[in-house]
């Protein structure tokens, strides 16, 4: 798996043009049912971050792009949800991670459509909160208002963990050549 991952980022890295595009479908396929057990979408996102520290890509690009591909991907799983109800909950993978639905059910229960916001940073909630949504009847406006908020949250994070990750390893890095210089410079 890490290196398809690998593969991922080295193309972004490639093909900056595109890169906002990629996060949008990886971001999307993250807050999906059924393809955010599949796709490691989190860990592309924080290394494609990094290349904004770089100045490589633009942050604000890619947070676009990821905010846009997650509205896509929760609001389809919410039409799933309320599209096929409960039904949806028994086909695999799902039917084999009950534990995710008990906690996104709790979560409701406890928080209401503030689970919505929680939902995209929480990785056993992402697969199925969307859905359950969907399922609970929840009004549409309602639902876009705290998953809007909660997409754009997300993409944000992310991005920034690799941003900031990335400004961190050049810091070190560059105090590591200068000391390194240093030292050469007092041993001809």
């Not at 009004?139 to 941003?163: D, H, P, S, Y």
Request: proline share 3%; aromatic share 14%.
């Amino acid at each position: 798996m890490s290196d398809w991952i690998d593969q991922i980022i080295a193309f972004i890295g490639r093909h900056h043009m595109v890169a906002p595009w990629i996060m949008l479908l990886f971001a999307a396929a993250e807050t999906t049912a059924f393809l955010s057990i599949l796709i490691p979408s989190t860990a592309i996102m924080v290394a494609v971050g990094a290349f904004a520290a770089n100045g490589l890509l633009s942050f604000t690009a890619l947070w676009l792009g990821a905010s846009a591909g997650a509205v896509i991907g929760s609001f389809f799983s919410f039409w799933l949800g309320r599209h096929y109800g409960s039904t949806i909950l028994t086909v695999r993978p799902l039917r084999d991670h009950l534990e995710w639905i008990a906690k996104a059910d709790q979560a409701f229960t406890r928080w209401g459509p503030v689970t919505l916001l929680a939902g995209h940073f929480t990785t056993a909630l992402r697969p199925v909160v969307f859905l359950m949504a969907g399922m609970s009847g929840m009004t549409l406006f309602r639902f876009a208002f705290w998953n809007i908020l909660g997409c754009f949250a997300w993409a944000f994070v992310m991005l920034k963990f690799g941003e900031i990750g990335g400004m961190a390893i050049n810091w070190l890095w560059e105090r590591l050549v200068n000391s390194l210089a240093i030292v050469g410079s007092q041993h001809p």
